[in-house]
C-alpha cells in the first residue's frame, strides 16, 4: 500500500508505509494492517528499494509524522512566482512546504495553498507547513508572531513551529540580555501554542550543541521535535547530530546545496566525480548524503526539472563516496556556534 495522501500527515498513523524511528535507527514498513516488517537500517541506508523517498516520512519525537522532503521557500517571493513554484510543487509530489515570517512570503503562499490545493484533489490536512517565529524581526512575541503566520496562510494551525534563531530578538538590548531566561520564555509560549492546537509539533532552527542542552536542562514538559540547521558536507558537527539522536531530536538541514553561501558545492569537483559515477545530479547526491543520515531536507528550487529531481533520490551512496563528502573540511557556522 503506497503512502495515502489523504492521510492527516501531523496525527499518528497507523497504517503508514514507512515509519521512521529515529532512535533506534530501523524503518517499519507495513504492507498490510496485520503485517509488520521491520527491516534495520545498515548505516543509515534505506534497504527496501520498493520505498520511495518522495514519500518517506519521518516520525517525531511525539509520535507525529513529517515528510522528510520538503520545499525551502526562501527567496521565492511576489504572489505570481509563489504561485508558479507552488504549482510546480504540488504537481511533482511535493507535501511539505518550509516557510519563516522572515521570508515575507507566508500570505503568498497561503493564498497559492488555498487556490490549488482543489485543483490537486487535496485539503490542507494533506500537506506539512513549517513556519518560524523569527525573533531578529518580530520582536519576542511568539503568540501574536504566531497568530500572525496563521492569518497570513490562512491556516487554523501550523504542522511545525519553530524558533528561527537563538538569538535576542529586536528591541531587545543585546549587550544586557540574559539570552538564556528569553529562550526559555520562549519555548514556554511554543509549549502553550501547542496545548492551545495552534501548531502540532514545535521546535527550533540554528541552535548548536549549547543552545540545546540548555533547553532540554529545562525541558517545560515538551522537547523540541525538530532543529533545522545548516547542514552539508562543509557543515556537519558530528556533536549535534549525536545529540539530536540520543534526544529524539529530528536534525532537519538546510541549505544542503550550498544555499546563498559562497561554497560553490553544486561545482565542488568531488560532489560532480561522485554525481559523474552514480548517473546522478550533484545536487541528488548531495541531497542523498543527508537523507542517508535521516536528515530531513528542504532544498529551495524554482524549475520543474530541480523540483522533481530533489524528490527523486532513490538511490545509494556507497560508503566510498559517503567517506568522501564527510571528509570535507568543516566550516565553522557563526549564525549558530557564535550565539549566546
Ligand atoms: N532556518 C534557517 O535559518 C534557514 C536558513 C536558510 C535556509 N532555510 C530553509 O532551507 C531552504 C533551502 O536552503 P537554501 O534556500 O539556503 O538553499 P539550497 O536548498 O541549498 O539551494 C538552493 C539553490 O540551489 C538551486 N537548486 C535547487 N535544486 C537544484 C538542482 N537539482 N540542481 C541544481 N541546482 C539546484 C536552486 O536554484 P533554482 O531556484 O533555480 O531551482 C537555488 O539556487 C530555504 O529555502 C529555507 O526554506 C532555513
Redesign the pocket.
Known amino acids: 500500500m503506497l503512502l495515502n495522501s489523504a492521510q492527516n500527515n501531523t496525527e499518528k498513523q497507523s497504517d503508514s508505509v514507512v515509519l521512521h524511528n529515529l532512535q533506534q535507527h530501523r524503518i517499519m514498513f507495513q504492507s498490510t494492517a496485520s503485517c509488520l516488517v521491520f527491516v534495520t537500517l545498515v548505516a543509515g541506508v534505506l534497504s527496501d528499494a520498493s520505498t520511495s523517498t518522495k514519500d518517506l516520512k519521518y516520525e517525531l519525537n511525539n509520535g507525529n509524522f513529517m515528510p522528510a522532503i520538503g520545499l525551502?521557500?526562501?527567496?521565492?517571493t511576489g504572489a505570481d512566482r509563489v504561485k508558479d513554484v507552488l504549482d510546480k510543487a504540488l504537481a511533482a509530489g511535493y507535501r511539505q512546504f518550509?516557510?519563516?515570517a522572515a521570508?515575507n512570503n507566508e500570505e503568498d503562499i497561503g493564498n497559492a495553498l488555498e487556490e490549488l490545493l482543489p485543483k490537486y484533489n487535496l485539503t490542507r490536512n494533506d500537506i506539512f507547513i513549517t513556519t518560524?517565529f523569527s525573533p531578529w524581526k518580530q520582536g519576542e512575541n511568539v503568540t501574536d508572531a504566531l497568530h500572525d503566520s496563521l492569518r497570513k496562510l490562512k491556516t487554523p494551525y501550523i504542522d511545525l513551529y519553530?524558533i528561527?534563531?537563538p538569538g535576542a530578538g529586536a528591541g531587545v538590548n543585546k549587550a544586557t540580555a540574559n539570552f538564556t531566561a528569553l529562550r526559555a520564555e520562549r519555548w514556554q509560549k511554543m509549549v502553550k501554542a501547542l496545548k492551545d492546537g495552534l501548531v502540532k509539533n514545535i521546535g527550533v532552527?540554528?541552535y548548536a550543541v549549547k543552545h540545546l542542552r540548555e533547553l532540554l536542562a529545562n525541558d517545560f514538559g515538551t522537547k523540541p521535535a525538530v532543529n533545522?540547521?545548516?547542514w552539508?558536507p562543509l557543515y556537519h558537527p558530528a556533536e549535534l547530530l549525536e545529540l539530536c539522536r540520543k534526544e529524539g531530536i529530528l536534525l532537519e538541514a538546510?541549505?544542503?546545496?550550498?544555499?546563498?553561501h559562497d561554497d560553490n558545492l553544486?561545482q565542488n569537483e568531488d560532489v560532480k566525480k561522485v554525481a559523474e559515477k552514480l548517473g546522478k545530479?550533484?545536487?541528488?547526491v548531495l541531497l542523498r548524503w543527508a537523507v542517508q543520515q535521516n536528515i530531513a531536507i528542504?532544498?529551495?528550487?524554482?524549475?520543474k526539472?530541480?523540483?522533481e529531481?530533489?524528490l527523486n533520490l532513490d538511490f545509494t551512496l556507497p560508503d566510498e563516496d559517503v567517506s568522501v563528502l564527510n571528509g570535507f573540511p568543516q566550516k565553522r557556522n557563526p549564525?549558530s556556534e557564535d550565539t549566546p
Open positions: 525551502g521557500t526562501s527567496r521565492i518550509d516557510t519563516a521570508y518560524k519553530l528561527h534563531w532552527s540554528n533545522q540547521g545548516l552539508n538546510y541549505s544542503s546545496l550550498g544555499g546563498t553544486l545530479t550533484p545536487a541528488q528542504i532544498p529551495k528550487a524554482t524549475s526539472q530541480h523540483l529531481d530533489n549564525f
